[in-house]
């Protein structure tokens, strides 16, 4: 079974520049989540889908920030326009159903340099 | 709110002896604690989860952690270390709502030294 994959690895940019982060989930999980990890810091919640729905958003910098999960499938995340302090490694993850304290199977997570 | 505090970014053992990672967390509601580990160029994998029942929780490759309520911890050990742990280990709490986001702690990367 394919775990979580996430494209592209690795994506350097220009302030002001768009990117657009995919994240595609193990067949069937239906809760999708994003993080972030800012160097150093700790790995912080971005936002939540419970298949296309948004479940919580509250982890989300500010309106630059675009999630999408058309279908309830695969999601993207897009930064527009990229500041400095976006940098970081974004990592996606999804679980299945609503079990308690069910397990979240992490991407390998896409490191994202704004320069 | 919740949160996770890991004491030491950097922990250092030999080959063999034994390793103690820290995690003491903050829960207004009932915890769900975790423990991941992050190899090189890999993604988070669960190590072991906390939910209810026994307190004492065995996960994969010989760690184990307990969780004690009246310290607000969940310290992870393992008896002998192996040059393979040499990772990150992040400790995570949550909710015990069903599905609810992670908060993570800073991390303690692990160096195994012969």
């Known amino acids: 079974e394919a775990g979580v994959t996430q494209f592209p690895s690795h994506s350097v940019i220009e302030k002001g520049q768009t990117v657009t982060l995919r994240c595609d989930p193990i067949s069937g999980h239906d809760n999708l989540y994003w993080y972030r990890r800012v160097m150093g810091k700790e790995i912080k919640f971005l936002l939540h889908f419970v298949k296309e729905s948004k479940q919580d958003e509250s982890g989300m910098p500010n309106n630059r920030f675009l999630a999408e999960r058309t279908g309830g499938t695969y999601s993207t995340l897009k930064v527009q326009p990229a500041e400095l302090e976006d940098s970081g490694v974004y990592f996606c993850a999804s679980s299945y159903g609503q079990g308690i304290g069910g397990e979240q199977f992490f991407g390998p997570g896409t490191r994202l340099t704004v320069l | 709110a919740q949160s996770v505090t890991q004491l030491g970014s950097h922990v250092s053992v030999s080959e063999g002896a034994l390793v103690l990672l820290r995690c003491n967390y903050s829960s207004s509601v009932p915890p769900y604690l975790f423990w991941y580990v992050q190899y090189p160029n890999q993604g988070l994998q669960l190590l072991l989860k906390y939910t209810t029942g026994a307190t004492l929780v065995k996960g994969i490759n010989g760690f184990e952690a307990e969780f004690k309520k009246s310290e607000t911890s969940f310290h992870l050990t393992k008896p002998s270390a192996h040059m393979s742990d040499a990772a990150e280990y992040f400790c995570?709490?949550?909710?015990?709502?069903?599905?609810?986001?992670?908060?993570f702690g800073t991390g303690t990367r692990l160096q195994v030294t012969l």
């Open positions: 995570a709490v949550s909710g015990s709502g069903t599905a609810s986001k992670l908060t």
